[in-house]
């Protein structure tokens, strides 16, 4: 047994002791400085939001990024930098930011046992939601994006945030149903948009009312196909206007 013992240490003994790995620590120094460095989307994002607040008074323009800017103690030249064609890049940012805050706002919107009516007619009213504190900056880009020059982001939001609430919708159509649905979608959320602008009722109840009122056209889709007896010349118009979707 000692004999048994001695053979197993000698065994042991003659293993090549391992060598310890080394960890590259990064200096803590500059572990600092990474932490402490914003990414630029989060300095143009905060930008972006200090911005709206004057957007109502300045509109879309270097004079709402020079006050958002001294509001976050940024600086101009800088802040000038984020935002360079300040009219169009805060209100293409502005349009893609609403639209973006309404995917994430309707996200559990297909498991919601709901009828289509019910969920279109939430999608609309969540969009609006949405703008409801940015109600003056909305105004200054329906009036903006009215202009010819803007034609390009107005049919590019207007499109994808039809495409959005049907989609939330639990909408899988890939026919001719897809764009009756979004075309008439557009029309309604278009005119409530509108009439939400000027409505200066409690809670905008009158704006919910007429939402209800736009949504039943919207459900009337088989009755409006008849109308359209050139489904191809149609498809083709409603096709240029998915290109600014792109």
């Known amino acids: 047994m000692v004999k048994k013992s001695t053979r197993k240490t000698a065994k042991k003994a003659q293993k090549p002791a391992k060598k310890p790995v080394k960890s590259v620590k990064r200096p803590a120094q500059q572990a600092k400085r990474n932490a402490a460095r914003p990414k630029i ?5 905060q930008l972006f939001l200090a911005s709206l607040k004057h957007a109502g008074k300045h509109g879309f323009s270097l004079a709402a990024i020079h006050a958002g800017a001294d509001d976050i103690k940024m600086d101009r030249n800088k802040a000038h ?3 360079s064609n300040p009219q169009r890049d805060l209100l293409k940012y502005f349009l893609a930011w609403g639209n973006e805050q309404l995917t994430e706002k309707l996200r559990d919107l297909p ?5 289509i009516r019910e969920k279109v ?3 609309v009213r969540k969009k609006l939601e ?3 504190p940015y109600r003056d900056a909305e105004k200054q880009a329906v009036l903006l ?4 020059m803007y034609a390009d982001l107005s049919l590019k939001t207007l499109y994808d945030t039809c495409d959005i609430i049907w989609r939330a919708a639990s909408d899988t159509s890939t026919d001719w149903n ?4 979004r075309t008439l979608l557009a029309g309604v959320y278009t005119s409530t948009l509108l009439f939400w602008l000027r409505d200066e009722s409690e809670d905008y109840e009158d704006t919910w009312q007429f939402l209800s009122r736009r949504i039943d056209n919207v459900m009337a889709i088989h009755k409006i196909k008849a109308a359209f007896k050139n489904r191809e010349t149609f498809k083709a118009g409603f096709d240029f206007l998915k ?3 792109a």
Do not use: E, I, V
Not at 41 to 45: G, V
Not at 145 to 148: I, K, M
Not at 178 to 181: H, L, P, S
């Open 145 to 148: 994006t009215a202009r010819p």
């Open 111 to 115: 498991k919601k046992q709901w009828k």
């Open 81 to 83: 930098l984020l935002f």
């Open 130 to 132: 949405l703008l409801t």
């Open 121 to 123: 007619s939430y999608g």
């Open 243 to 245: 290109k600014f979707a």
């Open 41 to 45: 989307t989060d300095q143009k994002q």
């Open 178 to 181: 897809f764009y009756t649905k």
